[in-house]
């Protein structure tokens, strides 16, 4: 059974920095690509960016382009979401989601197996 748990949402302030955590469980993260989406109160749901889990390839979405940055454990288990400079406009729940493929990119369709998502909350 496919699984993914997120972790490391918090409450900061502008300019801080978190880091999420994406513990995959019943599947190998090089045979997959993991993608970070986030939904705010009454928007819609946000694509962050990706990670292919087989060569490492990362995508952005421009709102967070040059302070969020992906990364992978090395071994399959944990991606990571690196949050720099967090604004306001940052506050949402994040979540992580797994596509059984080689994509490129935060399409939600794309993506079969969702986390329950962490709370991230950027005070001014």
């Known amino acids: 059974e496919v699984q993914l748990v997120e972790s490391g949402g918090g409450q900061v302030q502008t300019g801080g920095s978190l880091r999420l955590s994406c513990v995959a469980s019943g599947f190998g993260l090089l045979d997959y690509t993991i993608g970070w989406f986030r939904q705010a109160p009454g928007k819609e749901r946000e694509g962050v960016g990706s990670?292919?889990?087989?060569?490492?390839?990362?995508y952005y979405a421009d709102s967070v382009k040059g302070r969020f940055t992906i990364s992978s454990d090395g071994v399959g288990k944990t991606v990571y979401l690196r949050m720099d400079n967090l604004k306001p406009e940052d506050t949402a729940i994040y979540f992580c989601?797994?596509?059984?493929?080689?994509?490129?990119?935060?399409?939600?369709?794309?993506?079969?197996?969702w986390g329950q998502g962490t709370q991230v909350t950027v005070s001014t």
């Open positions: 989601a797994a596509a059984r493929a080689y994509v490129v990119g935060v399409n939600p369709d794309w993506y079969t197996s």
């Open positions: 990670i292919a889990g087989r060569d490492g390839r990362t």
